[in-house]
Protein backbone atom coordinates (compact mmCIF):
# COMPACT_ATOMS: atom_id res chain seq x y z
CA UNK A 1 0.00 0.00 0.00
CA UNK A 2 2.90 2.44 0.88
CA UNK A 3 4.26 1.42 -2.60
CA UNK A 4 1.13 2.95 -3.95
CA UNK A 5 0.86 6.16 -2.11
CA UNK A 6 4.30 6.84 -2.71
CA UNK A 7 4.20 6.14 -6.05
CA UNK A 8 1.41 8.31 -6.19
CA UNK A 9 2.82 11.32 -4.87
CA UNK A 10 5.74 11.08 -6.99
CA UNK A 11 4.00 11.14 -10.09
CA UNK A 12 1.94 13.65 -8.96
CA UNK A 13 4.92 16.14 -8.03
CA UNK A 14 7.06 14.95 -11.55
CA UNK A 15 3.42 16.30 -12.77
CA UNK A 16 2.95 19.91 -10.98
CA UNK A 17 6.57 20.49 -11.73
CA UNK A 18 6.24 20.17 -15.37
CA UNK A 19 3.07 22.06 -15.37
CA UNK A 20 4.87 25.00 -13.32
CA UNK A 21 7.35 25.15 -16.10
CA UNK A 22 4.78 24.71 -19.12
CA UNK A 23 5.30 25.50 -22.74
CA UNK A 24 6.49 28.82 -24.27
CA UNK A 25 6.13 30.29 -27.37
CA UNK A 26 9.55 28.94 -29.06
CA UNK A 27 10.63 32.54 -29.68
CA UNK A 28 9.91 33.21 -26.14
CA UNK A 29 12.02 30.75 -25.13
CA UNK A 30 15.20 32.37 -24.59
CA UNK A 31 14.00 34.30 -21.84
CA UNK A 32 13.22 30.74 -19.72
CA UNK A 33 16.06 31.57 -17.47
CA UNK A 34 14.25 34.77 -16.10
CA UNK A 35 11.34 32.86 -14.90
CA UNK A 36 9.78 32.24 -11.63
CA UNK A 37 12.73 33.36 -9.74
CA UNK A 38 12.00 36.36 -7.31
CA UNK A 39 14.48 39.27 -7.98
CA UNK A 40 15.43 41.98 -5.90
CA UNK A 41 17.51 45.24 -6.64
CA UNK A 42 18.84 48.58 -4.87
CA UNK A 43 18.49 51.85 -7.09
CA UNK A 44 19.98 54.04 -4.89
CA UNK A 45 21.44 56.71 -6.07
CA UNK A 46 25.22 57.18 -5.03
CA UNK A 47 24.96 59.89 -1.91
CA UNK A 48 21.13 59.60 -1.57
CA UNK A 49 20.41 58.07 2.19
CA UNK A 50 16.95 56.84 0.57
CA UNK A 51 16.89 53.63 -0.25
CA UNK A 52 15.46 52.30 -3.66
CA UNK A 53 14.22 48.42 -3.70
CA UNK A 54 12.80 47.12 -6.82
CA UNK A 55 11.64 43.29 -6.36
CA UNK A 56 10.53 41.59 -9.70
CA UNK A 57 8.64 38.67 -10.84
CA UNK A 58 8.75 37.17 -14.32
CA UNK A 59 6.30 34.21 -15.06
CA UNK A 60 4.89 32.56 -18.05
CA UNK A 61 1.13 34.00 -18.89
CA UNK A 62 -1.63 32.97 -21.53
CA UNK A 63 -0.94 29.42 -21.99
CA UNK A 64 2.97 30.49 -22.85
CA UNK A 65 2.35 32.58 -25.82
CA UNK A 66 3.17 35.61 -23.55
CA UNK A 67 5.40 36.44 -20.48
CA UNK A 68 4.15 38.60 -17.88
CA UNK A 69 6.88 40.91 -15.71
CA UNK A 70 5.74 42.52 -12.59
CA UNK A 71 7.92 44.64 -10.27
CA UNK A 72 7.25 47.11 -7.29
CA UNK A 73 9.58 50.18 -6.18
CA UNK A 74 9.70 50.49 -2.33
CA UNK A 75 6.63 48.37 -2.00
CA UNK A 76 4.53 50.23 -3.75
CA UNK A 77 5.31 53.68 -4.26
CA UNK A 78 6.28 52.80 -8.18
CA UNK A 79 5.54 49.83 -10.02
CA UNK A 80 4.44 48.04 -13.36
CA UNK A 81 3.51 44.89 -15.42
CA UNK A 82 4.60 44.13 -18.97
CA UNK A 83 3.97 41.59 -21.18
CA UNK A 84 6.01 40.27 -23.80
CA UNK A 85 5.09 38.57 -26.92
CA UNK A 86 6.27 37.01 -30.52
CA UNK A 87 4.98 39.99 -32.81
CA UNK A 88 4.43 37.82 -36.14
CA UNK A 89 3.67 40.97 -38.07
CA UNK A 90 7.03 42.92 -36.77
CA UNK A 91 8.75 39.69 -36.70
CA UNK A 92 10.30 40.54 -33.29
CA UNK A 93 9.92 39.71 -29.65
CA UNK A 94 7.22 42.76 -28.37
CA UNK A 95 6.00 44.06 -25.12
CA UNK A 96 3.92 46.63 -23.06
CA UNK A 97 4.66 48.20 -19.93
CA UNK A 98 2.06 50.00 -17.93
CA UNK A 99 3.04 51.74 -14.68
CA UNK A 100 1.21 52.84 -11.53
CA UNK A 101 2.70 56.55 -12.50
CA UNK A 102 0.47 56.36 -15.64
CA UNK A 103 2.51 56.18 -18.22
CA UNK A 104 3.06 53.19 -20.49
CA UNK A 105 5.37 52.03 -22.72
CA UNK A 106 5.74 49.69 -26.06
CA UNK A 107 8.89 48.84 -27.80
CA UNK A 108 10.32 45.53 -29.41
CA UNK A 109 13.42 43.34 -28.46
CA UNK A 110 15.86 40.66 -29.25
CA UNK A 111 17.72 38.49 -27.77
CA UNK A 112 21.74 38.37 -28.33
CA UNK A 113 22.32 34.62 -27.71
CA UNK A 114 26.00 35.19 -27.75
CA UNK A 115 26.58 36.90 -25.14
CA UNK A 116 22.94 36.18 -23.31
CA UNK A 117 21.70 39.32 -23.63
CA UNK A 118 18.09 40.91 -23.72
CA UNK A 119 18.14 44.33 -25.90
CA UNK A 120 14.98 46.34 -25.50
CA UNK A 121 13.55 49.80 -27.53
CA UNK A 122 10.61 51.08 -26.30
CA UNK A 123 8.92 54.23 -27.10
CA UNK A 124 7.36 56.04 -24.12
CA UNK A 125 3.92 57.38 -24.23
CA UNK A 126 2.68 60.35 -21.44
CA UNK A 127 5.94 60.73 -19.43
CA UNK A 128 5.84 63.99 -16.87
CA UNK A 129 9.82 64.20 -17.52
CA UNK A 130 9.78 64.22 -21.12
CA UNK A 131 11.09 61.16 -21.99
CA UNK A 132 9.90 59.86 -25.03
CA UNK A 133 12.21 56.59 -25.43
CA UNK A 134 14.48 53.95 -23.67
CA UNK A 135 17.46 51.60 -24.20
CA UNK A 136 17.59 49.10 -21.81
CA UNK A 137 20.10 45.88 -21.91
CA UNK A 138 19.68 42.88 -18.99
CA UNK A 139 21.87 39.99 -18.94
CA UNK A 140 21.73 37.00 -15.67
CA UNK A 141 25.49 36.90 -15.08
CA UNK A 142 27.54 33.93 -14.13
CA UNK A 143 26.65 33.97 -10.37
CA UNK A 144 23.28 33.80 -11.06
CA UNK A 145 22.77 37.59 -10.42
CA UNK A 146 20.77 39.73 -13.12
CA UNK A 147 22.27 43.12 -14.32
CA UNK A 148 20.47 45.60 -16.43
CA UNK A 149 21.44 48.80 -17.39
CA UNK A 150 18.94 51.85 -19.37
CA UNK A 151 19.31 55.11 -20.94
CA UNK A 152 16.67 57.67 -21.72
CA UNK A 153 15.92 60.30 -24.76
CA UNK A 154 14.78 62.30 -22.48
CA UNK A 155 13.89 66.29 -23.93
CA UNK A 156 15.37 65.23 -27.37
CA UNK A 157 18.79 63.83 -25.81
CA UNK A 158 20.07 60.20 -24.75
CA UNK A 159 21.20 60.45 -21.02
CA UNK A 160 22.44 57.44 -19.21
CA UNK A 161 19.35 55.62 -17.09
CA UNK A 162 19.57 54.01 -14.10
CA UNK A 163 21.51 50.45 -13.67
CA UNK A 164 21.45 48.10 -11.23
CA UNK A 165 22.31 44.73 -10.36
CA UNK A 166 19.08 42.26 -9.18
CA UNK A 167 19.78 38.97 -6.76
CA UNK A 168 17.81 36.12 -6.67
CA UNK A 169 15.72 36.18 -3.62
CA UNK A 170 12.96 33.84 -1.97
CA UNK A 171 9.33 34.20 -2.83
CA UNK A 172 7.83 37.61 -2.73
CA UNK A 173 4.66 39.85 -2.67
CA UNK A 174 5.35 42.23 -5.22
CA UNK A 175 3.30 44.93 -3.58
CA UNK A 176 1.03 48.21 -5.45
CA UNK A 177 -0.54 50.67 -3.68
Given amino acids: MSRIVLSILLLCSTWLAAAEQGS ?9 PYLNQPWQGDL ?3 GKAEKVIDRSLWSRALNGQAIKTVHSVNDGQYGGESFIFWDESKQSLAYYYFTTAGFYTHGTMEFNEQIGEIIAQENVANNQNGI ?10 PDGSLQTKSSYLQNGNWVEGHSATY ?7 IIFK
Avoid: D, G, W
Avoid at 24 to 32: A, G, M, Q, S, V
Avoid at 132 to 141: G, P, Y
Avoid at 167 to 173: G, H, I
Fill in 167 to 173: KPVAQQQ
Fill in 24 to 32: LHPKLEPLR
Fill in 132 to 141: TQVKSFSRIM
Fill in 44 to 46: TQP
